[in-house]
């Protein structure tokens, strides 16, 4: 069975321009979650799809960050226009049960605006 | 919401040597897993263990939920396991996983 699948594996880009990541999560979950590790902090929680819905999108940043997840399968995470703060690592996980099963992780597209 | 702190914060190992690594966290919790983020930036998933004990090769977890912590050990180390790792944990159905701060690992030959 296919894991968590991410692409790109890694991106660069000019500040200004607009990135998108893309995340394909285990066939059958509906839960599905973005997360990132910037400048080298802690690992933080930015949304939750149940679905197609958004459960808990408490930590996206600002509105430059759009994340999307039409039919309910693959998601995408969109940055526009991308800022030097950025850069980093951004996760997605996916689970069979919301929060309380095993989130498997993809490994992450790393991002890096220059 | 829960509070998940991680012990040490870095540790330098020589090739061979056992280590563990720890995990606290505030509240009672329904999902704990440890993870490796490789040099490479690359999240690995390592053990889902909300409670008991595991073993994946030379890497085993403890978690006591009572006392509310887990232990990591990583034995014979070697140059690969070097990294971060990251324990994190969920109290409720309701709240997203929440990541310690982490222990960086450097492992050298």
């Known amino acids: 069975e296919a894991g968590v699948t991410q692409f790109p594996s890694h991106s660069v880009i000019e500040k200004g321009q607009t990135v998108t990541l893309r995340c394909d999560p285990i066939?059958?979950?509906?839960?599905l979650y973005w997360y990132r590790r910037v400048m080298g902090k802690e690992i933080k929680f930015l949304l939750h799809f149940v679905k197609e819905s958004k459960q808990d999108e408490s930590g996206m940043p600002n509105n430059r960050f759009l994340a999307e997840r039409t039919g309910g399968t693959y998601s995408t995470l969109k940055v526009q226009p991308a800022e030097l703060e950025d850069s980093g690592v951004y996760f997605c996980?996916?689970?069979?049960?919301?929060?309380?099963?095993?989130?498997?992780f993809g490994e992450g597209s790393r991002l890096t605006v220059l | 919401g829960i509070q998940v702190e991680q012990s040490p914060p870095d540790l330098i190992l020589q090739e061979g040597a056992n280590s563990t690594l720890r995990c606290n966290f505030s509240d009672s919790v329904n999902n704990l897993q440890w993870f490796h983020q490789n040099p490479w930036g690359q999240l690995i998933n390592l053990f889902y263990i909300p409670s008991g004990t595991k073993q994946n090769g030379r890497l085993s977890a403890t978690t006591v939920a009572t006392e509310r912590y887990s232990l990591l050990y990583i034995s014979s180390s070697q140059t690969t396991d070097s990294g971060v790792y990251f324990c994190a944990a969920i109290n409720s159905g309701n709240t997203p996983l929440v990541f310690g701060k982490g222990t960086r690992l450097s492992v050298i030959a």
């Open positions: 066939s059958g979950h509906d839960n």
């Open positions: 996980a996916s689970s069979q049960q919301p929060n309380t099963g095993e989130l498997f």
